[in-house]
């Protein structure tokens, strides 16, 4: 415990000096004892010095008296250095404190992704028993045939299964590389931490030892000790100890976000570590070519193809943004609203018609092969007189199609296995305006007007309300699969630029403006920012695709 001030009386006949203080302090150009000290000129005097030169103006206090007030200035200084030393020492357990749950909250994070993989891996080769039991058990029957049969079946469940575990390998091994990536930044942070307390401490401790060794001689305390108080007061006034827990927060906060999400989207697993805000970093830039008259993206194919509509020609791009290649996958003439993978061989689109009449739609929903060769097409109620129709499509996590015509009330929930529909979702008192977004959580967002989003159940209660007046006529939703995390992309009039906000499904506006682009001199329309399974985000500024990783910082 820190001792109590001594009385003010015990404390002064600690800190006055002596009658007749240091005699061995004199005036250097008289020789005389000094006794007096000129507050103008900062200098101490004798009595001679004191009538030849320091007459009025001059004011003039004794020498001891000068002592005695220089000693309590340090004295009371004294506390507050205390304090402080112990302030700061308090935080050395607190930092390692906080470096241990760090490292611990990592650990749990990278065992939950060594054990997922370990099912996975295991499911996998539980496969490859089970396929070669059943080859055995067909090759009884012809001997030479089967046994063809059986060495073909092998070599290429042999070739299945080591590209299924090659993928789930690198997988695991990525994501324990973005593991390690993000603890190596927090123990750089840690680490600097520890350096700027200590620094701090080791500042303090300086400062009370040249107050102990200038307290030794009168003179040495009245020359140096301004510029040891104005030292004091500097470094008291950075208040490292805030600095330095506000920080450990922050770390404990960001580190605590981080987790491991996995899925399945279009029928293919994915996983990756994600849940915190981070800093979104180009990886490239992908040219839209030139033939792609007024282009616009429409969604995703695969995890590398993007769907480009080109809006004057009516026709359809697929670009791939490892390779950047862009061709042309359906002609003149159908204009694809919005597209999404059912599995790994099916995508459903949906479209704009002009021609529309009776009570249904036909041509509005479409669904294509991996090569873009229509399978078939799908039916819905027409609602409305207009014969110009725009049907919008998403796939949820179970495989449905989910599908809705622009200005109506309905979500029509569609079994692709037979086109049949399951659910007929309607929101009273509320249209569709643009794009559906299937939730993982089975809830869907829809846009509602220019400028808002609602998240409403499959029994089309609402659930959340999403709005904000900066994004205006020309925003854009669309949904993470993997977090349910929201990216509207609009128009920033005020900055000029194409933004995107970061949005949770709750309608808390987690981060504005993640990235940023301006938008070309080359028409087009508004586009969505799409957000890739891996966790890559695609913004498009009329002329490029521009190609964003998200990135852990402190």
Not at 292 to 306: A, Q, Y
Not at 465 to 475: Q, R, Y
């Amino acid at each position: 415990m820190a001792s109590k001030f001594p009385k003010k009386k015990s404390r002064e006949n600690e800190l006055r000096t002596r009658k007749g203080h240091d005699m061995t302090w004199s005036c250097d150009k008289h020789g005389e004892p000094i006794k007096l000290y000129c507050v103008q000129h900062s200098i101490s005097i004798c009595h001679v010095c004191a009538t030849k030169n320091h007459q009025k103006p001059c004011k003039l206090d004794d020498i001891e008296d000068v002592i005695f007030q220089r000693r309590v200035n340090f004295y009371d200084k004294k506390p507050k250095i205390e304090e402080t030393k112990k302030q700061l020492k308090t935080l050395v357990p607190k930092i390692e404190t906080v470096r241990a749950n760090a490292s611990r909250s990592i650990d749990v994070v990278e065992d939950q992704v060594k054990m997922t993989f370990e099912d996975k891996l295991k499911n996998v080769r539980d496969k490859k028993v089970r396929m070669l039991r059943e080859i055995d058990e067909e090759a009884d029957e012809e001997i030479r045939i089967i046994n063809e049969k059986r060495e073909k079946r092998i070599k290429d469940c042999n070739t299945e299964i080591e590209k299924e575990e090659k993928f789930l390998k690198y997988n695991e091994a990525k994501l324990l590389s973005d593991t390690k990536t993000i603890s190596e930044v927090v123990t750089k942070k840690t680490n600097n931490l520890t350096g700027k307390n200590q620094h701090a401490i080791n500042t303090l401790m300086n400062i009370e030892s040249t107050i102990k060794r200038i307290n030794q001689h009168d003179e040495t305390l009245v020359n140096e000790a301004p510029q040891v108080l104005a030292s004091i007061d500097d470094n008291l006034s950075l208040n490292v100890h805030q600095e330095v827990s506000d920080c450990l927060n922050r770390i404990q906060i960001e580190v605590e976000r981080v987790k491991f999400v996995e899925g399945e989207v279009g029928g293919e697993y994915y996983g990756r570590i994600d849940g915190y805000i981070g800093k979104w970093e180009l990886v490239k830039s992908i040219h839209i070519p030139s033939v792609v008259k007024l282009p616009r993206v429409c969604g995703f194919i695969s995890e590398d193809e993007i769907c480009v509509r080109g809006e004057i020609n009516k026709d359809t791009h697929d670009t791939n943004i490892n390779t950047q290649h862009t061709e042309k996958v359906i002609d003149e003439g159908v204009l694809i609203t919005s597209c999404a993978p059912i599995d790994s061989n099916v995508i459903v689109c949906g479209k704009v018609r002009d021609d529309c009449t009776g009570d249904r739609l036909d041509g509005c929903i479409t669904l294509y092969d991996r090569q873009w060769k229509v399978i078939r097409d799908i039916s819905i109620p027409r609602n409305g007189h207009a014969s110009y129709c725009s049907v919008y499509v998403d796939v949820d996590g179970d495989g449905m199609i989910i599908a809705a015509q622009f200005n109506q009330s309905n979500i029509y929930v569609i079994n692709p296995a037979d086109d049949k529909i399951v659910n007929t979702i309607t929101m009273q008192g509320k249209k569709v305006w643009g794009e559906i977004q299937a939730l993982s959580s089975g809830d869907i967002v829809w846009k509602t007007y220019y400028d808002k989003y609602t998240v409403i159940s499959r029994s089309g209660e609402e659930k959340s309300a999403i709005h904000c007046n900066e994004w205006g006529l020309f925003s854009e939703c669309r949904v993470d699969k993997l977090t349910d995390t929201l990216y509207i992309s609009y128009w920033d009039r005020a900055r000029k630029t194409c933004a995107v906000d970061q949005v949770s499904r709750g309608g808390v506006i987690q981060a504005r403006r993640i990235v940023e682009y301006v938008k070309s001199d080359r028409p087009y329309y508004s586009s969505p920012c799409l957000v890739t399974p891996s966790g890559y985000l695609v913004g498009c500024d009329g002329d490029k695709l521009h190609l964003y990783k998200n990135t852990f910082i402190l």
